[in-house]
């Protein structure tokens, strides 16, 4: 059995044991409290609790936000809650803690500060109806932690456990508790009842009236003389325990340092069994609350032996003098006195103590002490004395006087701190007192002041906090002016008092009016004859003027310097003593939410109230939850209503990882706002050390609910003819929104956002989701009113359609048989209804681990969860549709199929009738799951009674994308209508896949998905738009378009895609037109940039060969528009003017456009073409449909092609059919004839291309189905001529050379490194920002490369240092990172990418910072290894080339590839599957340091893992799926 040595731990093991919840309070989110490291141990360790269902929920809160307010509502919903605190949040909730008395809710108190502490933090409450119980040791902690949560559950009163846990540090340590104790001694009915009992909602400001009682008979209700009177009996029968015992008992407690154990045996307290005849319901007494600790002790002593009762006493029999000891630690004293000399006046005083403390069970005092105690010394360790008396004297002065006439003189003193070494001084002084003739009262024993407290928690600002004062640090530089900085000095005041921002106004106010009196002095001194020079009088009477405008008093204040400084008179020194007062500060002050519980009296009132100038952010760091949304009980107040209430007050509502760009106008409209601005910062983390992306998914999910609403607020805003309040979200509060609509502001946000709809914050709740799908369900049956026929209802989850699309089509063959049928969505479903079903069909697909796919998880947790639905009349029958080598290793088979076993294992649970045994598809039979679908239909139908119904009606066959391609009138589609449509986000599936050859594609936001479908809100839908650049080459003043569109049309940032260009995330539909509109007036297209067309051409960056280069370019730049389709549809849809649109458009389907290259049905699949320009491969040409490799004549010009066919990166996992391939090299072509041969090879592809199956439609596999030769033949035949040998070429590389480099006309190109391609401002790195300032130099162009890189080109030489400077200023010359870092790459995947079945973008850089220390110590930091992630086998970042590479398998989990070419000429192999970021470490760290040891001179780290013998080499796609380092297992 494991053992104990806190009482942290002892206590925290038994909340654990005995709780639904814990409310943990910490001094941080990321800095543990003595309990709390405990309760994540069990958790991790699943550790079963007692009474909660598995484990105990444990909710961590910070000691400063009103921590016992979480207990209201979990304590209110029937949850048995404890909390672990300090003592020093008590006094602060004494309001919760005479409500949550009532309840039966347990405080673990640790008293403070360690070392010395304060028991008037335990006394200041003794009123507040608690029962109070205290420990001494560790064995005790543990025995009273128990007590204290069986007590609850017997009393339903709330409990306080307190102790010293500093004093208890002491005890030897103890064994882990008695399971089976526990169990025996908490009453799990009477628990079982409180968690059924739930009470009604009430307000947190009135008293709810509530108050304990029990449940008695009849006969008991009343009164109960005679029977229960709360008295101790004298211990062991009568004996109170001798010195001798005394000792014995300590010793065999503790090694080190005597303790004391409890003394007096549990009297034998009178039974409660009683025959119950009827009940009623009386208030719980003090009787009540001694009788139950005694049972409760009685039990533990018959187990353990160890007893305990309400007051304690060790001592002499005969004892004529006592100590009271409250809060000291008795062993200390207890050890003095027992081995004290005879000649001390205290050595045979008896000690006694108090284990309740409250209630008081005074009567039972007096018949516990031995008759001969005269004079009892009362002790108590309260360091702030509120009365006069202390309060433990009191509760025994009365309790003792009305005992009798006889009892013994009490004498108080007010206890310091005492150690073992002043033990012996303290006693004799106290007993000096007490044996006096006329004893004082109130004397002081001890050291007041006490030792400095051992473990004092220091004041830190949050890690994450940094991102706001990051920001105000870029914004405002040398002006900023952080009033409660931390970690500032200030003479004699301590970090606390400082960093508090009401010690910080105090001194923006001094600091202001000490530089009005600087203004003055120096207005004077203008106008003096003090100078020996005569500029300074211009300059500061210049400088006078316009001391209060920051701008211009900031510009003239260097100068005003310089010139007193030449000066060199007394009054120019004088005046230079404090020439920081020349600038004119940005003064702020930092707070945090804890003042939204008591906004009245908290530094955000005294600053608007003042009306003085300063400026406030207010950083608030709760987490968005359904939970904090929901629970109005919640005393937290709005800041930003309450200062715009105020009515004086700048005010905005900010969140960093929402809207960068709005912080920065937040933040600079405050500093130019006259008088007081509040900005409420919103950076919402669990703890501390949250990652980035958990912080930018909770901001995501409080922004789009409208939890978190962005707003600006000027007061002042229409005296300048500008609006006062600026929305900058979609979404608001209700009471936002009611405050708005109050003062008629409403109206104007009405005005600039006529989208905006106040009705969708209405919709702010689940009940909405809730009418939806009655509604939904009702509008069905009433369909089907009528219909003879046994009803059937279809219901599916589904991820990619298959299951959605058979369930429909399950559903018409069942009309068809004359049933009665509804099909729909599980979570569409209202399940109360299921008991009512005659015959419900389930159809699922499976999701990552075994899970449901999205629209079935929450139908499926009820279903799992519930305990009442009665199915017996219902039957069911259900079809599972998955991959049986999805999971190829032994242990994840149980993944296959789960959700349909599990739903159907449920439904034969709950008493449901089986139509069919659970049918399962698998992807890897003959015709996918269709094999096993065509086996289990008709047995349903058999089971249905509808087998054998004739004349079935022919189905129509499936639509398919060739369908939609020529049924849409060369694109168009119902495009426009659906842009036209304002009730939805989206657009039509059919329009989805046509919308792909405009360059947009749909996406919705999959970090918002859950949350808004639980709000009953459509996905957040937006679109993705791909720009068509040949070549990836842009001028400046098109980089700055583009940075505008990202910025006001998408979402604030912009990707620089592996193919060289630009892409936005984020567009909502009404922003469509508008970007794509933009994107044209910056002479870019989005025409063809997805779809089955020739896509964006791309082409070798190579900056040192400029002049080639610009030949080379200017090939892809022909082939790009040789192949673009011509429909005039796009620039119908999105270029045409709305007004005069009609005029220019020919009625109906007059214009009948023509595609010469494409025809109607345009290409089976994408269609990719890539130069490169060796001996860089950087665009990776053997990945691309057509690969152009270009050849330089002996005249140092571009002289022609080598052309490479057939690669391709998209696979399907586990589908061997599907396979990466390398381009097969079809021959040499000179320049003029490429375009030619690129399209005759689209041609071949066009016509032979597979268009049934669109995963096998590439290129690449027409070729292989048809031979290299016989494929290169019909390109000849078509063009006309022959491919000449290929000529000579060498790569050395796949990656970009970032930094300078010089080109051989002389002019400079910069590499910069832009991690995966994304362009965001963040805190720590502005360089969106740092980037438009380099291109308004208006100089040189913008290449984007293929590895997502950027390149800064041909700047002239008298250009470089003013572009160095910037680049230094923004930090955007850093390219001093790890090799690994440099090479690596990672598609968007999370949150856009819909087929994203893990992150890549977000997760890459957090993995290579994982890998780069062991890189470090294997002193590869130069060493490139080209790694790459995706977050699905799409391969947007072509993982397969890499030499190392992770392909997204589930959410968090991936396959990993080795072995690719470092040039990218060799694909890499199946290395592990489903492998989690552990296990990538893992294997990761060894294997690099067996290559920094082994690897030959020169050698790359993919041949390397070949000739290590880790894996094999690939040499064609058809062989990928050979010899993988991981074989499938095949067992079932
Ligand atoms: S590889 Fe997959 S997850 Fe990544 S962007 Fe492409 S399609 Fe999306």
Redesign the pocket.
């Known amino acids: 059995m494991g053992s104990i040595s806190t009482a942290g731990e002892a206590v925290a093991r038994i909340a654990y044991l005995s709780s639904d919840v814990i409310v943990s309070v910490q001094p941080s989110l990321a800095s543990d409290s003595e309990f709390s490291e405990y309760f994540r141990a069990l958790q991790k360790a699943k550790a079963p609790s007692l009474v909660a269902k598995n484990h105990p929920e444990i909710v961590a809160v910070r000691h400063n936000v009103d921590p016992l307010l979480s207990v209201f509502q979990p304590i209110r919903a029937g949850k048995l809650t404890a909390v672990t605190t300090t003592s020093s949040i008590l006094v602060k909730s004494i309001p919760h803690l005479y409500k949550l008395a009532q309840y039966p809710v347990v405080l673990h108190v640790s008293v403070q500060p360690t070392g010395f502490p304060d028991f008037s933090d335990i006394t200041s409450i003794r009123q507040s109806g608690f029962t109070f119980l205290q420990s001494e040791t560790l064995q005790q902690s543990q025995d009273i932690a128990l007590t204290a949560h069986a007590l609850a559950i017997k009393s339903g009163k709330g409990v306080i456990h307190f102790f010293d846990s500093g004093a208890i540090a002491m005890s030897k340590n103890i064994p882990h508790e008695d399971r089976e104790l526990v169990r025996g001694v908490l009453d799990l009915n009477a628990a079982a009842a409180i968690q059924k009992s739930r009470s009604e909602e009430t307000s947190l400001y009135a008293d709810d009236g509530r108050s304990a009682t029990l449940s008695v008979a009849r006969s008991q209700a009343t009164a109960v003389p005679g029977t229960v009177t709360g008295r101790v009996n004298p211990p062991d029968g009568g004996q109170a325990m001798t010195v001798v015992d005394r000792t014995r008992a300590r010793a065999e407690s503790s090694s080190s340092s005597s303790r004391r154990e409890s003394s007096t045996a549990s009297g034998a307290s009178s039974s409660s069994a009683t025959t119950v005849e009827s009940l009623a319901s009386k208030p719980v007494s003090s009787e009540d609350i001694y009788r139950f600790a005694s049972q409760i002790w009685a039990n533990i002593k018959e187990a353990t032996g160890r007893s305990y009762d309400a007051f304690e006493y060790t001592g002499p029999v005969n004892a004529e003098t006592a100590i009271f000891l409250f809060g000291a630690d008795t062993a200390i004293f207890a050890d003095e006195i027992d081995t004290a000399d005879d000649s001390e006046t205290y050595a045979n005083a008896g000690i006694i103590t108090a284990r309740i403390y409250r209630p008081w069970l005074g009567a039972s005092l007096a018949p516990l002490l031995p008759q001969s105690i005269k004079r009892i010394a009362v002790l108590e360790q309260v360091r702030r004395k509120t009365t006069r008396w202390g309060p433990v004297l009191l509760d025994l002065l009365m309790s003792l006087k009305s005992s009798g006439a006889n009892s013994p003189m009490i004498v108080g003193y007010q206890l310091g701190y005492i150690n073992d070494k002043t033990v012996q001084q303290a006693l004799r002084g106290a007993f000096q007192n007490l044996t006096s003739e006329s004893p004082l009262q109130n004397l002081q024993v001890g050291n007041l002041d006490g030792p400095t407290p051992l473990s004092k928690v220091a004041l830190e600002q949050p890690g994450l906090e940094n991102a706001y004062m990051k920001i105000l640090n870029q914004v405002f530089g040398e002006r900023l002016h952080i009033a409660n900085q931390l970690g500032a000095k200030h003479a004699g005041i301590s970090n606390e008092i400082s960093s508090s921002p009401e010690y910080g106004f105090g001194s923006l106010l001094a600091r202001k009016e000490h530089r009005k009196r600087f203004i003055e002095e120096a207005r004077a001194a203008s106008k003096s004859n003090d100078f020996i020079t005569r500029s300074p009088l211009e300059w500061l009477s210049k400088w006078a003027v316009d001391a209060d405008n920051s701008d211009k008093a900031n510009a003239l204040a260097p100068e005003v310097i310089s010139r007193l400084s030449n000066d060199g008179s007394p009054a120019a020194s004088q005046l230079l003593s404090f020439k920081s007062l020349f600038f004119k500060e940005s003064p702020w002050l930092i707070g945090s939410d804890a003042w939204a519980y008591d906004l009245g009296n908290s530094g955000v009132h005294h600053v608007l109230a003042s009306g003085e100038n300063v400026n406030m952010l207010i950083v608030d760091s709760q987490p968005y939850s359904e939970r904090a949304a929901a629970d109005a009980a919640r005393r937290k107040k709005d800041i930003g209503l309450y200062a715009m209430n105020f009515g004086n007050a700048y005010v905005a509502s900010v969140a960093v990882y929402s809207s960068y760009t709005q912080v920065l106008e937040a933040m600079i409209e405050a500093d130019k706002f006259d008088g007081p601005s509040v900005i409420l910062a919103y950076l919402p983390y669990e703890k501390e050390n949250d990652s980035p992306l958990t912080v930018l998914q909770e901001t995501k999910k409080a922004v789009d609910l409208g939890y978190w609403p962005l707003y600006r607020w000027d007061p002042r805003g229409d005296e300048k003819g500008e609006p006062n309040f600026q929305l900058d979200s979609e979404r608001i509060k209700k009471e936002l929104e009611e405050f708005l609509r109050r003062d008629n502001y409403m109206s104007q946000v009405m005005k600039r956002h006529p989208d905006f709809s106040p009705a969708l914050s209405a919709s702010y709740g689940t009940e909405v989701r809730q009418l939806q799908k009655r509604k939904a369900k009702d509008a069905y049956s009433k369909l089907l009113e009528g219909l003879a026929g046994d009803p059937m209802t279809v219901l599916f989850a589904s991820d990619n359609g298959n299951a959605e699309t058979l369930s429909k089509r399950l559903a018409n063959r069942g009309k068809a048989r004359g049933l009665k049928t509804i099909c729909m969505a599980m979570d569409d479903y209202p399940l109360e209804d299921l008991p009512t079903e005659q015959n419900v069909i389930l159809l699922t697909s499976t999701a990552g681990q075994g899970e449901f796919p999205q629209n079935g998880r929450t139908f499926w947790e009820a279903v799992r969860d519930s305990t009442d639905l009665d199915l017996a009349t219902v039957n069911f029958a259900v079809f599972a549709l998955g991959d049986s080598h999805y999971w190829p290793r032994k242990e994840d088979k149980i993944y296959y199929n789960k959700p349909g076993k599990d739903i159907h294992n449920r439904l034969l649970a709950l008493g449901g009738n089986p139509l069919t045994e659970c049918g399962l598809g698998d992807d890897q039979d003959p015709d996918a799951y269709q094999t096993g679908y065509a086996e289990w239909e008709p047995q349903l139908w058999q089971a249905l009674g509808v087998d054998k119904v004739e004349g079935l009606p022919d189905e129509p066959p499936p639509i398919t994308n060739e369908d939609i391609k020529i049924n849409s009138n060369f694109l168009r589609g119902t495009i426009e209508e659906g842009l036209n449509d304002p009730t939805t986000g989206a657009i039509s599936a059919p329009d989805q896949q046509l919308t792909k050859f405009h360059g947009t594609y749909m996406q919705d936001d999959r970090d918002l998905r859950d949350e808004r479908k639980a709000q009953g809100l459509e996905p957040a839908y937006s679109f993705m738009i791909r720009c068509r650049l040949p070549g990836g080459v842009a001028t400046p003043k098109q980089w700055l378009q583009m940075d505008e569109i990202s910025t006001k049309l998408g979402n604030e940032t912009m990707k620089l895609t592996t193919r060289q260009t630009f892409q936005f995330h984020g567009v909502v539909k009404g922003k469509l037109k508008p970007a794509m509109q933009a994107i044209n007036k910056a002479l870019m297209t989005t025409i063809a940039a997805c779809g089955d067309v020739n896509r964006n051409v791309m082409c070798s960056s190579l900056p040192q060969h400029s002049q080639y280069h610009t030949e080379v370019h200017a090939v892809s730049k022909t082939i790009s528009d040789h192949l673009l389709p011509s429909t005039t549809a796009y620039h119908e849809i999105w270029l045409q003017d709305d007004e005069t649109k009609e005029k220019k458009k020919v009625a109906g389907d007059a214009i009948v456009d023509h595609e010469p290259l494409y025809g109607p049905t345009y290409l089976p699949r994408k269609f990719k073409i890539t130069i490169a320009i060796p001996p860089h491969n950087d665009t990776d040409v053997y990945a691309h449909d057509v690969g152009l490799i270009a050849i330089k004549g002996a005249d140092g010009h571009l002289e022609g092609f080598n052309v490479l066919a057939g690669g391709g990166m998209g696979v399907t996992h586990n589908n061997k059919k599907t396979y990466p391939r390398t381009g097969s090299m079809l021959g040499y072509v000179p320049t003029n004839a490429v375009h030619i041969v690129c399209e005759k090879i689209m041609l071949v592809q066009r016509d032979n291309g597979d268009r049934k199956d669109r995963k096998h439609a590439r290129l690449k596999y027409t070729i292989d189905d048809m031979g290299v030769d016989v494929f290169r033949g019909k390109v000849e035949e078509l063009w006309g001529e022959k491919f000449a040998e290929a000529k000579d070429f060498k790569f050395d590389s796949n990656v970009d050379t970032f930094g300078w480099l010089k080109d051989e006309n002389g002019l400079n190109h910069f590499t910069f490194f832009i991690e995966n391609g994304r362009i965001e401002d963040t805190a720590e790195f502005p360089m969106k920002t740092g980037l438009i300032e380099v291109a308004k130099l208006q100089k040189g162009e913008f290449r984007l490369t293929g590895n997502q890189h950027l390149i800064l080109s041909n700047i002239a030489d008298k250009d470089l240092p003013q572009v160095k400077e910037l680049l230094k200023k923004y930090k955007l010359d850093a390219t001093n990172f790890s090799a690994l870092r440099l090479s690596s790459s990672a598609?968007?995947?999370f949150p856009t990418?819909g087929?994203?079945m893990a992150e890549?973008e977000r997760y890459l850089p957090e993995l290579i910072t994982k890998l780069e220390s062991t890189i470090e110590e294997a002193g590869l930091r130069q060493d490139s290894i080209v790694m790459r992630m995706?977050?699905?086998p799409?391969?947007?970042?072509r993982p397969w080339l890499a030499e190392v590479a992770f392909v997204?398998k589930a959410f968090g989990a991936y396959n990993m590839y080795l072995g690719g070419g470092y040039h990218g000429n060799r694909l890499n192999k199946l290395y592990r599957s489903s492998i989690k970021e552990e296990e990538i470490l893992d294997i990761l760290k060894p294997m690099i340091k067996h290559y920094a040891k082994d690897r030959h001179e020169g050698e790359r780290f993919g041949d390397f893992v070949i000739r290590a013998k880790y894996i094999v080499a690939t040499t064609h796609g058809t062989n990928f799926h050979e010899n993988t380092g991981e074989e499938e297992s095949e067992e079932e």
């Not at 799409?1434 to 970042?1437: E, F, L, P, V």
């Open positions: 598609c968007v995947a990418c087929l994203a890549s995706t977050g699905c799409n391969g947007c970042a997204g």
